[in-house]
């Protein structure tokens, strides 16, 4: 049984650019969470997307965009990228409300 | 809002020997879970262990054990006869059924020394 699977592993980008991430939920999952963890610090929850929509959004500007399929795998896109936005990228499947299983994470470098 | 605070950012234990890592939590609901984190070097985020609030039992899985205080709204992690792979930052968690985000603590980095 495939985990939770996201690709890239790492990304390079320049200021102003777009990126967009990927995440496969694990099998029997529908539910996609994203999270960004900044080096040192926690996970911070950025969106959650259930039946192809956002279904929770945290404290994150509108540069930060998602999708999910109908196959329930995910995309983050962040656009107009800062240095800030540096961090690993993290997606996390559940099913409904039980607990998260997450990926390996996307490490972005925005130089 | 939730949040979660865990006020040992580093802990070190010797390799067998039993360490406690300790969380507290805020929220004003009444049925909530909560979550220990393990983020080795390698960065993949594994579940170690899960309490449910209504659950006064604690939760216990293989050599990880949890103390759940809820009227303190503290969540301690107890990892017995600790081994060199237990090396990682440990994060708690909390999670609300109605909202299903995981609001995360800043993490203790916990080394085991041989």
């Known amino acids: 049984d495939a985990g939770v699977t996201q690709s890239p592993t790492h990304l390079i980008k320049t200021r102003g650019q777009q990126v967009t991430l990927r995440c496969s939920p694990k099998?029997?999952?529908?539910?996609v969470s994203w999270y960004q963890q900044a080096l040192g610090q926690g996970p911070q929850f950025i969106f959650q997307y259930y039946e192809e929509e956002e279904r929770q959004r945290g404290n994150f500007p509108d540069r930060f965009s998602g999708h999910q399929f109908p196959n329930y795998s995910s995309e983050l896109n962040v656009n107009a990228l800062l240095l800030g936005d540096s961090a690993l990228y993290l997606c996390?499947?559940?099913?409904?409300?039980?607990?998260?299983?997450f990926g390996p994470g996307t490490r972005l470098t925005v130089t | 809002a939730q949040t979660v605070t865990q006020s040992q950012p580093e802990m070190s234990v010797q390799e067998a020997e039993t360490v406690t890592l300790s969380c507290t939590y805020d929220t004003s609901e009444s049925n909530y879970y909560l979550f220990w984190y393990k983020q080795p070097p390698s960065r993949q985020m594994i579940l170690v262990i899960r309490q449910e609030a209504y659950k006064q039992q604690n939760a216990t899985e293989n050599r990880f054990s949890v103390n759940f205080q809820k009227a303190a709204k503290s969540f301690s992690l107890k990892i017995s006869d600790s081994q060199l792979g237990d090396t990682a930052m440990y994060f708690c968690a909390f999670m609300s059924p109605s909202y299903d985000k995981v609001i995360f603590g800043p993490g203790t980095s916990l080394s085991v020394i041989p």
């Open positions: 099998s029997g999952h529908d539910t």
């Open positions: 996390a499947s559940s099913r409904r409300q039980y607990e998260q299983y």
